[in-house]
């Protein structure tokens, strides 16, 4: 239920965006898939096939795995910037993953566990 809650207050968040940008007034002019070509689609396929890779993952391995791909992800995200940008990674990067590595250990270490009330 929490997934359905966000995503309606996030489609009325951008549906509100559309209507005072820029963009908005050009969607509504020309129409929302103006100035697409086949090649848009292929990062928008890519992040949908994605999103949905994610909820199988989460749903049938488990929040525990789910944490390791995460930093897995993000390990190999900062070596492929750096093998294919030439640039090493930012100082935000090597920051954040640390912390990121370091809090998917300790909730998997120390999970969340909804305490009963006694009657």
Sequence with gaps: ???IEM???GSLCLIASAFKSPDGEAMRRHGFFYGWTPLTMIPVTINAV???LVGLVT???GGVRKGFVIVSA???TALLQF???GKPPSVHCLVALPLVMTSIS???KYPYHIKKKAS
């Design 1 to 3: 239920m929490m997934t």
């Design 7 to 9: 995503s309606i207050i």
């Design 50 to 52: 994605g999103g949905i």
């Design 59 to 61: 749903s049938y391995a």
């Design 74 to 76: 993000l390990l190999v």
């Design 83 to 85: 093998i294919f940008d």
């Design 106 to 108: 300790i909730y998997q």
